[in-house]
Nanobody, 130 residues
């Protein structure tokens, strides 16, 4: 069964940190770029980061640039999202996903059109509150 599973969500205070993980199974992990999206109820799903299959390309949306860091371990089938300097506006359900491409060359396209991304995890809730 091909699936992605997110973990690591929870509650953080403003200025705090959380580390999310995405674990894949049933697919050749090292072949595919992995994206992180987030969604607030009532709003569109927002693409925030992409890492290419071999980590040569890292893409961040302006909203998280300088605060979030994406990384991957292909031996463990994981992609992590280290989130620092969290703010209340980072509160959302966070999803990992893959369009089954190697690179992040189409990240602008998929950030704007998440409905075209092929495989999604179930999501993990991140809440930033004092």
């Amino acid at each position: 069964q091909v699936q992605l599973v997110e973990s690591g969500g929870g509650l953080a205070h403003p200025g705090g940190s959380l580390r999310l993980s995405c674990t894949g199974s049933g697919l050749i992990w090292g072949d595919y770029s992995i994206y992180w999206f987030r969604q607030v109820p009532g709003k569109e799903r927002e693409g925030i980061s992409c890492i290419s299959n071999n980590s040569s390309s890292l893409i961040y949306q302006d909203s998280v640039k300088g605060r979030f860091t994406i990384s991957r371990n292909n031996a463990k089938n994981t992609v992590d999202l280290q989130m620092n300097s969290l703010q209340p506006e980072d509160t959302a359900v966070y999803y990992c996903a893959t369009p089954f491409h190697q690179t992040c060359a189409s990240s602008t396209y998929y950030f704007a059109r998440p409905q075209h991304v092929g495989l999604w995890g179930e999501g993990t809730q991140v809440t930033v509150s004092s």
